[in-house]
């Protein structure tokens, strides 16, 4: 609770302040400490993708929740390709590189447009929520994961607000495309071996 307080907070904060293609752009105060350091925020992000990738692997797809798990594998491969050519079609620079949030079209190096973070760890919770949230609402608890990254991302310089909003946006778009599919995409391209999982093998 007292992390969507804070973020509702954080928000509001920005909206006073005109900036990047929402007007709320502003380097907040740098704070790379306790649970918003970079360490943190990688290891949520690299933790998410791993436990999609384990639990495809695993529990193959047969049964709901494997195709939920293998749904969620789609988001995520989705939201990297769709967010890596945002990057590079619309090159913004980072809080880190100016204070600027209207520098659009910098060239290489310069990847803030969207946050591919938030992206990936917005569609690895995404199918989850939509499959089981409407009958057991505590999954949708799995939004903590997208809301602290978004505002640990902001709050170290890596990203503008609008690039966390993007990311967010981007990650449940593929996250609800993957979850309308009554196949997931990977798994029909892989051998037929997968389809089992590995629990089955041993």
Do not use: C
Request: aromatic share 12%.
């Amino acid at each position: 609770m007292k992390l969507i307080v804070s973020w509702v907070a954080f928000m509001w904060s920005s909206l006073a302040v005109a900036g990047g293609p929402f007007g709320i752009d502003h380097r907040v105060t740098y704070d790379n400490d306790g649970i918003v350091q970079r360490d943190v925020q990688l290891a949520v992000e690299y933790l998410s993708v791993a436990a999609v990738i384990g639990g495809s692997l695993w529990l193959g797809g047969e049964d709901r929740l494997g195709r939920t798990y293998w749904k969620a594998f789609d988001a995520i491969t989705l939201g990297a390709v769709s967010s890596t050519v945002l990057k590079e079609a619309t090159t913004r620079s980072r809080p880190t590189q100016n204070d600027d949030p209207n520098l659009w079209f910098q060239g290489k190096g310069h990847y803030s447009f969207p946050s591919g973070e938030v992206t990936a760890v917005t569609a690895s919770v995404t199918p989850f929520m939509l499959e089981y949230g409407p009958e057991n609402p505590s999954v949708y608890a799995l939004a903590i994961l997208p809301l602290y990254d978004a505002v640990a991302r902001v709050k170290v310089h890596g990203h503008w607000q609008s690039d966390v909003i993007a990311g967010a946006a981007l990650g449940f778009g593929t996250g609800y495309l993957a979850h309308q599919q009554d196949n997931p995409f990977i798994l029909l391209a892989l051998p037929k071996g997968f389809e089992v999982g590995f629990r089955k093998r041993f």
